[in-house]
């Protein structure tokens, strides 16, 4: 996955109460509730801008991995005193986790459904914000020893199709891409996440997977990708929110904040989702 060169932009965080105004970002902690719309937030003239300290626990949908881990990593590297813990897996099984009781900082969710879960429990601080979009791709062993050219080739009886399972993010996409194009796919595996559908693909256990564009990406030649749909193809949103029972409120609201800037923005782009 190509990297760009300069060098991160440091967080100039601000304390307003709970919040954090992160000047990098171009968005104030409590614009993180606003939808897709972000406001510029600003430091005031000759405030000293504090140092970010402690530790921030955050649960992330799997397709994120890569990305999740870069900005992590930069956001660790501009804020010396901060420590960014993340965990993957089904953006379902993360919500549920967090209803459970997960000491949680900061979710990021595949989509508006998942985060809706935990929405509804009363767990988020604000609204969720859209951070990024994806779409689905198949991906297939190296060689293409299927010969899957086409979405309609899923449905044939001797290709071994992996899905993710309906009740995660890139299962409830795929089904929703297949019914739109009217493809009947009798799944050889239904996989608890988009990384376990991949990994389906790269040992050669199966012969096609759907999965998202990005994950294609990330796998780089251990797999070929095959595109499905246009422009009109259904796409999935990534949403991120503070949990209000966070156990370091203000370094979560910093970290969601540099997802939402420049840098942030830019990772994502670099690894294939859409943003702007």
């Known amino acids: 996955m190509p990297t ?8 100039a965080a601000a304390l307003v109460g709970l919040g954090v105004l992160a000047a990098s970002a171009g968005c104030s902690a409590s614009d993180l509730g606003q939808g ?17 300290s402690g530790e921030v626990t955050v649960l992330a949908a799997a397709s994120l991995t890569e990305t999740v881990d870069r900005l992590a990593a930069e956001f660790e590297a501009a804020n010396p ?3 960014v813990t993340v965990s993957y897996g089904g953006s379902s099984a993360l919500a549920q ?14 989509s508006s459904a998942t985060m809706q879960t935990v929405v509804d429990a009363g767990l988020v601080e604000g609204e969720p914000t859209t ?26 009886p001797d290709v071994s199709v992996a899905l993710c399972a309906v009740e995660v993010p890139c299962g409830a996409l795929a089904r929703q891409l297949l019914d739109a194009e009217g493809v009947d796919v009798v ?18 256990e199966v012969d096609a997977a759907l999965v998202y564009e990005t994950d294609v990406a990330a796998a780089g030649d251990r797999v070929q990708g095959v595109e499905v749909g246009g422009a009109d193809a259904p796409t999935t949103a990534y949403l991120g929110a503070r949990l209000r029972d966070a156990p370091d409120p203000t370094v979560a609201d910093a970290f969601l904040a540099y997802v939402l800037s420049d840098p942030g923005q830019d ?3 670099d690894a294939g989702f859409r943003v702007g």
């Open 131 to 156: 951070f990024a979009r994806n779409a689905l791709e198949i991906a297939v062993p190296a060689g293409d020893p299927g010969d899957v050219d086409s979405l309609a080739d899923l449905a044939d």
């Open 267 to 269: 990772a994502l782009a």
């Open 4 to 11: 760009r060169s300069r060098p991160p932009r440091l967080l």
């Open 97 to 110: 986790q967090i209803v459970s009781g997960s000491p949680v900082d900061a979710f990021l969710s595949a």
């Open 187 to 204: 799944p050889a595996t239904l996989e608890p996440d988009v990384k376990s559908a991949l990994t389906k693909v790269e040992l050669g």
């Open 36 to 52: 897709d719309d972000t406001t510029a937030g600003t430091t005031a003239p000759g405030r000293a801008t504090p140092a970010l």
């Open 81 to 83: 005193g901060t420590t």
